[in-house]
């Protein structure tokens, strides 16, 4: 065979590099090339965990926090939470699927992360509901007249100051 001298690595295994030594002729092993973690479809995964992700925050946070308050808050803030809520579902997903067990200290210092942004979020809504703009009761120069029409009258008196009854 022509590969038979030849080492094939598999997936999971690291093959040993050989340097020949300078005076010796036997060849010490001294580098290990290690395997790539996980499978190339992981990554991709996250990303579309991520946009979803973002997704969603937006959503509930409108939802719960009103989304009055959301447009009255820069846009700058909204982006900076939603990246580090996003970022913190990432994490926390990897740490349950990477880890050796699901519920190791990496996804609860992934998950402490989100319940801390969490926290942020809600902070910052109420910060906006206590300083939202008061609405101005109506004066009366701009109040409205209204005028309701009962219905058709048939016969009309005319009354001696000149007025149809």
Same mark, same amino acid.
């Given at each position: 065979?022509?590969? $038979? ?8 295994? %690291? ?10 002729? %036997?060849?010490? &092993? ?13 990554? !991709?995964?996250? =990303?579309? $965990? ?11 946070? +409108? $939802?719960?926090? @009103?989304?009055? #308050?959301?447009? !009255?808050?820069?846009? /700058?803030?909204?982006? *900076? =939470?939603?990246?580090?809520?996003? +970022? =913190? %579902?990432?994490?926390?997903?990897? @740490? ?16 402490? @992360?989100?319940?801390?942004? *969490?926290?942020?979020? @809600?902070?910052?809504? /109420? /910060?906006? #509901?206590? #300083? $939202?703009?008061?609405?101005? &009761?109506? +004066? ?19 009354? +001696? ?5």
């Amino acid at each position: 065979m022509a590969n $038979e001298g030849l080492d094939v690595a598999k997936p999971d295994q %690291t093959l040993p590099q050989t340097v020949p030594n300078p005076g010796d002729d %036997t060849p010490t &092993p001294s580098l290990t090339i290690a395997p790539v973690p996980g499978p190339s479809w992981l990554r !991709l995964a996250y =990303c579309f $965990e991520f946009l979803i992700a973002m997704l969603t925050i937006f959503t509930l946070w +409108s $939802e719960i926090g @009103g989304q009055g #308050h959301l447009d !009255l808050m820069p846009w /700058y803030t909204k982006l *900076a =939470c939603g990246l580090a809520m996003a +970022s =913190c %579902t990432i994490g926390f997903t990897a @740490g349950l699927v990477e880890g050796a067990r699901p519920w190791n200290s990496r996804s609860a210092r992934w998950f402490s @992360g989100l319940l801390a942004v *969490a926290i942020v979020m @809600g902070v910052i809504t /109420y /910060y906006y #509901h206590l #300083h $939202e703009a008061v609405d101005q &009761p109506d +004066s009366d120069d701009t109040t409205a007249t209204s005028v309701r029409v009962t219905g058709p009258r048939t016969a009309f008196t005319r009354t +001696s100051d000149g007025t149809n009854r």
